[in-house]
């Protein structure tokens, strides 16, 4: 996590400072709440800002808003004032740390304030399959395409493929193109020089800028539109971009990764996105399943947020009751990991007793989750034979050698949308081979993916 500290480094911060690198923080620090604006308007990224209460801190915030910097806050402050804590939290900061600071407390604030303390957690075989192709990729300078419903933690996965990356100690930079609007997202993507637009009061570095040398994730990238599109085609085919308002490119240095819940595919047939784009950016697919079709990762990662939000909340990890873990395990989680964690989120804080009971697991409406009784039948049955034909699908034991390599060569290639050249760099065989191999299934009436569109190789 990157850590922009705030004020004068004198006693108290100094040795808060020590302990946030000692949890594993990357430490810079400026000593005005100007300096600190500026710094990260210049391309200087920040996770997290640790701001002195002395400092105007509302003022701080309401400059980086104004250049769309969005960076959580945290004041400290020595002696513990309780007004002068107060009005930090009213100002905007999420959370105060009084100094002098004790270890454990910066290590619980940083990972609780900033986004990166979300750990991967499966134990799926579905999932697993998805884990050991992005395993494969992941020390690639490869664009990866990670695609699936809303909540099933593509994001999750996009830091997961980083921080196996060769690029894993350089930044990790998110861009949501769904939650900015249209008019100011090629100023965020790719910076802007001052008097560019009204406004434009200094240099402002993008985020292309911002990742260099490291990763671009480029969050719900299908929302972008058609003409930033183009743009963000040459950024990566040329590896430099233009600032607005700017005279010449500026070449960079970083891996794309793109999510989408939406099908590409089918977004470049209705003519809303740019085939040469989805091209690029889909050299490989991790499509992630949704929660439902992976019933071996629920109680894991709801045993997972109940040990974190304990955490949070100074309170005992209460282990899941057995007619808990039955109905979670018969939900349906339309809302995927991102329903099932505000779930145990709530039932850590509304469980009294020595287990955490069904009644204190409650869906985003306040109804408690359906018991086994209140599942339609036909659903059940539904659902029972799914399992059964995804657990017979997964079931390797008494295939052969030729089999099991059939099957990962058509799944990759699946993968790959029916690209020969990607699924053979991926399976590390040359394309020569794989065309033989995908010719011998053919001929012996093995359903083989075709090349779709610009896809073919």
Request: hydrophobic share 45%.
């Amino acid at each position: 996590m990157r850590l922009l500290v705030v004020g004068r480094l004198n006693g108290q911060l100094a040795l808060a400072v020590k302990m946030a690198m000692n949890a594993g923080a990357k430490v810079s620090h400026v000593e005005s709440a100007a300096a600190a604006t500026h710094a990260l308007r210049s391309g200087q990224g920040a996770d997290l800002l640790l701001v002195d209460y002395e400092l105007d801190i509302g003022g701080l915030i309401a400059a980086n808003e104004a250049e769309r910097i969005r960076v959580p806050v945290v004041a400290c402050g020595i002696g513990g004032d309780a007004r002068k804590a107060a009005d930090a939290i009213r100002a905007g900061a999420k959370e105060f740390i009084p100094l002098p600071p004790e270890a454990e407390l910066i290590a619980a604030v940083l990972a609780a304030v900033s986004d990166d303390d979300r750990p991967l957690v499966t134990r799926d075989p579905c999932m697993q399959l998805v884990m050991t192709l992005a395993d494969q990729v992941a020390a690639s300078e490869a664009s990866i395409l990670i695609t699936g419903e809303s909540g099933v933690g593509k994001e999750v996965m996009a830091r997961y493929v980083h921080k196996k990356s060769r690029r894993a100690d350089r930044p990790f930079i998110s861009v949501n193109c769904a939650a900015i609007p249209e008019n100011l997202l090629e100023s965020e993507l790719f910076g802007h020089e001052k008097g560019a637009f009204t406004g434009a009061v200094a240099r402002r570095i993008g985020k292309f800028e911002e990742a260099d040398g490291g990763t671009l994730l480029l969050d719900e990238i299908s929302e972008m539109d058609a003409r930033l599109q183009a743009k963000l085609l040459r950024a990566i085919q040329e590896r430099e971009i233009d600032r607005v308002g700017g005279s010449k490119p500026v070449k960079v240095n970083i891996r794309i990764l793109a999510t989408s819940n939406r099908d590409l595919a089918a977004a470049v047939k209705a003519g809303t996105f740019r085939e040469d784009l989805l091209y690029r950016l889909n050299v490989v697919n991790l499509r992630l399943p949704p929660l439902r079709d992976r019933p071996g990762d629920v109680l894991a990662l709801a045993e997972h947020f109940i040990r974190k939000y304990a955490a949070a909340n100074a309170v005992p990890v209460r282990p899941l009751s057995i007619e808990a873990r039955r109905r979670l395990g018969v939900h349906r989680w339309p809302g995927n990991v991102r329903e099932l964690e505000n779930a145990m989120h709530r039932a850590v804080l509304l469980s009294v007793g020595p287990e955490i009971e069904e009644s204190a697991i409650r869906l985003p409406d306040g109804q408690p989750l359906a018991g086994p009784a209140m599942i339609d039948p036909g659903q059940r049955t539904a659902d029972r034979a799914a399992q059964m034909a995804e657990t017979a699908a997964r079931a390797f034991v008494g295939q052969t050698v030729a089999q099991v390599e059939q099957q990962l060569i058509l799944d990759t290639l699946v993968h790959c949308f029916g690209n020969r050249t990607h699924a053979a760099n991926i399976l590390g065989i040359s394309i020569r081979t794989l065309r033989n191999k995908l010719k011998e299934y053919t001929e012996s009436g093995v359903p083989v993916p075709a090349p779709q569109g610009a896809y073919a190789a």
